[in-house]
């Protein structure tokens, strides 16, 4: 337990940990992603509450005072406020322009307004190459008119849907943060482990298989941690290449398993192999 732990210091310079690790059953590596996983949503999560939460309150303060009544019908949406009505933020600028007068925006009327919306379409616009998608606001179908019918949406209404949405912010983000980073760096760790089938062809007493791709789960933390300080901003503009990522990897690759020295004495994954953490 303790080689998992440490292992994000220790990972980063101690040889003699590599040769620990590479006598270690392969559930030990996944378990070291899970950790490592965990540790990376925490911080995506601790981000999210002290940072991006707080700018997304800041905006919908601002925004629920400026939007108007807009009433979803039969025959699509109808507002009573003067038209065209332009919603432009101090900072943001043009955010949201809403004719209902118009059944189809024609091109001059979504010209910078990345949301528009008429009576029977909301069209959204996305990329600098003005890439737009077209959401139909006539209900189709019975039951959708049943349920169209006398909706409302307002800043007090927006206001209200995202305190429900803001309540599962941090816990959905560590969640899925989590899943997508343990599958990523495991797909990595296979591919690092391609690299480490290489360097085994060197040695003279071959590794098995499991004992690599454990190597390759710790070998990768120096790669982790650069790319999640890049992630919050901590190299300006620089971003990890893979070329370099591939190159950091390998080193410590061959760190572990080129060194002079007892690595994997006992394979992973085999009974009574596995030194005590």
């Known amino acids: 337990m303790t080689d998992i732990v440490l292992g994000p210091v220790l990972s980063l310079y101690s040889v003699a940990f590599y040769r620990r690790v590479a006598r ?8 070291y992603l899970v950790y490592l996983s965990s540790l990376y949503s925490a911080a995506i999560a601790i981000a999210l509450l002290a940072f991006w939460l707080p700018a ?3 905006f919908v303060d601002w925004l629920a005072p400026n939007l108007p009544e807009v009433k979803l019908t039969d025959h699509g949406a109808v507002m009573d406020a003067p038209q065209p009505f332009v919603l432009t933020h101090p900072v943001l600028g043009t955010l949201l322009v809403i004719d209902t007068r118009r059944e189809t925006p024609s091109a001059d009327d979504l010209r910078g307004a990345p949301l528009f919306v008429s009576r029977t379409q909301v069209v959204v616009s996305e990329g600098p190459a003005g890439q737009r998608r077209v959401y139909d606001l006539m209900p189709q179908t019975p039951e959708a008119r ?17 305190g429900r949405l803001r309540l599962l ?14 599958v ?26 499991a ?13 982790i941690v650069l790319q999640t300080l890049a992630a919050f901003g901590a190299f300006g503009s620089f971003r990890l290449s893979y070329l370099t990522a ?16 007892p690595v994997g004495d006992g394979p992973a994954g085999q009974a009574g192999t596995a030194a005590p953490a």
Do not use: H
Request: hydrophobic share 60%.
């Open 184 to 209: 990523w760096k495991l797909l990595a760790a296979l591919a690092y482990s391609v690299l480490g089938l290489v360097l085994n062809l060197l040695r003279r007493e071959r590794l098995p298989y």
């Open 56 to 58: 997304a309150d800041r």
């Open 246 to 261: 591939w190159l950091l990897t390998g080193a410590y690759l061959a760190l572990a398993m080129l060194l002079p020295g």
């Open 146 to 162: 049943a349920r169209w019918e006398g909706l409302v949406v307002n800043g007090a209404s927006v206001k209200r849907i995202y």
């Open 211 to 223: 004992s690599i791709l454990t190597l390759a789960c710790f070998a990768m933390t120096a790669v």
């Open 169 to 182: 912010a941090a816990p959905l983000a560590f969640v899925a943060c989590l899943v997508f980073f343990f």
């Open 24 to 31: 270690q059953r392969l559930g030990r590596g996944l378990a």
